[in-house]
């Protein structure tokens, strides 16, 4: 299955966020010049499985207190689940559930500075009743035909743990569910051929956005999909849009932007 990789023409900004740290900026080309079994590469050089790399750029996000963290956390699970949207759509064309469950990333990341003021308890129950709603859901719906029904079940389970990314202690181990659905799993599309550009466009573009909390330069879309055009479209419009509410709620809660006493020490991953 080919992918075409959908460009955006916009300036991302920087400006209300710290640059990356010169040693985030080391990890990422280091993992970049490196091949790896899981993404099926035939030049793969590389004994550290993915999942510890995904860990280790996971991790980097620690840099300044743990609210700017969990933005980004957020920010990069909006990112994927707007890219796996498609994939549930394309079998369940009237079903609703994965934008109600997008909408709620996006208030959430709106309205980040008050989730310190919302009961832990509260939270935790509501993530466990929207990701039973989502098992219910899918189970009570007529299974289509796929290809795999590892296709369903990956991009099903993607929008299953963006929820548990609400929780920020839940969010890092939950995200870590969604990469691999999405970078080794099919949520986006099926096979192996792809995998490594996939990984690229995650790795030089999805994380700096998220670092960055700006929209991104290009989406990922499939090509059998009829309806290409309304997909990026709509996908550029709810990053940018939510890009520009954050910046101003962030203006007007610059106390968040201070880094912590506690900075992030790496550890050699190579």
């Known amino acids: 299955m080919k992918l075409r990789l959908s460009q955006f023409n916009h300036q991302i900004k920087t400006s209300f966020i710290n640059p990356m740290t010169d040693d985030f900026q080391d990890l990422m080309a280091q993992i970049q010049q490196e091949h790896y079994p899981d993404l099926y590469e035939p030049e793969a050089n590389s004994t550290v499985p993915l999942s510890d790399v995904l860990n280790q750029v996971l991790e980097g996000f620690k840099v300044g207190n743990s609210t700017i963290c969990h933005l980004r956390y957020l920010w990069m699970t909006l990112i994927l689940t707007l890219a796996v949207e498609p994939t549930l759509q394309y079998y369940y064309p009237n079903d609703s559930l994965t934008k109600d469950i997008i909408k709620s990333l996006?208030?959430?990341?709106?309205?980040?500075?008050?989730?310190?003021?919302?009961?832990?308890?509260y939270i935790n129950n509501l993530i466990n009743d929207w990701y039973n709603k989502v098992i219910e859901h899918y189970e009570s719906l007529p299974y289509p035909e796929v290809v795999s029904f590892q296709?369903?079940?990956?991009?099903?389970?993607?929008?299953?743990?963006?929820?548990?990314?609400?929780d920020y202690d839940q969010a890092k181990e939950a995200l870590l569910e969604i990469l691999e659905d999405c970078l080794e799993g099919y949520a986006i599309f099926p096979g192996s051929e792809g995998r490594r550009d996939l990984f690229?466009?995650?790795l030089l573009e999805v994380v700096p956005a998220s670092w960055n909390l700006s929209p991104l330069k290009s989406f990922?879309?499939?090509?059998r999909l009829v309806n290409q055009d309304q997909i990026?479209?709509?996908?550029?419009?709810?990053?940018?849009?939510?890009?520009?509410?954050?910046?101003?709620?962030?203006?007007?809660?610059?106390?968040?932007?201070?880094?912590?006493?506690?900075?992030?020490?790496f550890d050699q991953l190579f």
């Open 106 to 121: 996006e208030e959430m990341i709106i309205n980040f500075y008050k989730i310190n003021t919302i009961d832990k308890k």
């Open 220 to 223: 990922y879309v499939v090509d």
């Open 151 to 166: 296709v369903i079940y990956e991009a099903i389970d993607v929008f299953q743990n963006a929820i548990r990314v609400f």
């Open 200 to 202: 690229d466009w995650w």
């Open 232 to 265: 990026t479209i709509r996908q550029k419009k709810s990053l940018e849009e939510v890009s520009k509410m954050l910046e101003s709620k962030l203006l007007e809660n610059s106390d968040i932007l201070r880094d912590s006493d506690n900075k992030y020490k």
